[in-house]
Nanobody, 123 residues
Framework: QVQIEESGGGLVQPGESLRLSCVVS????????IAWYRKAPGKEREGFSC????????YYRDSVRGRFTVSRDNEKNTVYLQMTSLKPEDTAVYYC????????????????WGPGTQVIVSS
């Protein structure tokens, strides 16, 4: 089972940008489809973007499409999430995980989560 570590979160103002990183260890990233999830206060954890290890396809939920961009560097075993035009409703703890995903479908492969990284969008 792979290990996951997210980083890059912080406190930003509305409209600003952040880039999150997801480092995968224990196996080659190219074997995995990786999704980004977030858990806002009082809400369920929700997948919103993923990058396929098989064919490179990327998926986004409507709530982030056009503002967030997922990418991967298999050589560095790292997946990135570039977030722009951040809104207060993007405030959450962000996680990444190996996932079965397609358009609007996200199912984690393992019952395991990294520590996550906190993003707070506030003026």
């Amino acid at each position: 089972q792979v290990q996951i570590e997210e980083s890059g979160g912080g406190l930003v103002q509305p409209g600003e940008s952040l880039r999150l990183s997801c480092v995968v260890s224990g196996d080659s990233l190219r074997h995995y489809t990786i999704a980004w999830y977030r858990k806002a206060p009082g809400k369920e954890r929700e997948g919103f973007s993923c990058t396929s290890g098989r064919d490179g396809r990327k998926y986004y939920r409507d709530s982030v499409r056009g503002r967030f961009t997922v990418s991967r560097d298999n050589e560095k075993n790292t997946v990135y999430l570039q977030m722009t035009s951040l809104k207060p409703e993007d405030t959450a703890v962000y996680y990444c995980a190996p996932t079965y995903c397609s358009d609007n479908y996200y199912s984690p492969v393992y019952d395991y989560w990294g520590p996550g990284t906190q993003v707070i969008v506030s003026s």
